[in-house]
């Protein structure tokens, strides 16, 4: 059995901190990219982050870059995305999703490639 889970979603102040987790089960993370998505109500969904399963290079949009990190525990079976800084249009369901097709040197940030994806956590960001 497939599985991610996501977890550590909720109500920030703007400026503050979270730290999400997507925990994978029945797999290992050692072979997938893993990507990290956002859907806010109305919009389209984006991806802000990304690491390739081999060499650890990331990708992020504009819109996060330099607040968002990204990064994998493979002992741990579990990805994690780094979220500081945060703005209210930060305001999303974040999605956690892994990609079996092996790329060397990038990951991509496109929803479609991705091959599994969790049920995601609420962040909310707002005074």
């Not at 996501?6 to 901190?17: A, F, I, K, M």
């Not at 945060?86 to 305001?91: F, G, Q, R, V, Y």
Request: net charge negative.
């Amino acid at each position: 059995q497939l599985q991610l889970v996501e977890s550590g979603g909720g109500l920030v102040q703007p400026g503050g901190s979270l730290r999400l987790s997507c925990a994978a089960s029945g797999f290992s993370l050692d072979y997938y990219a893993i990507g990290w998505f956002r859907q806010a109500p109305g919009k389209e969904r984006e991806g802000v982050a990304c690491i390739t399963s081999t060499d650890d290079n990331t990708a992020y949009p504009d819109s996060v870059k330099g607040r968002f990190t990204i990064a994998r525990d493979n002992a741990q079976n579990t990805a994690y995305l780094q979220m500081s800084d945060l703005k209210p249009e930060d305001t999303a369901v974040y999605y956690c999703a892994v990609e079996a097709l092996v790329r060397v040197g990038h990951c991509i940030l496109v929803d479609s490639v991705y091959d599994y994806w969790g049920q995601g956590t609420q962040v909310t960001v707002s005074s």
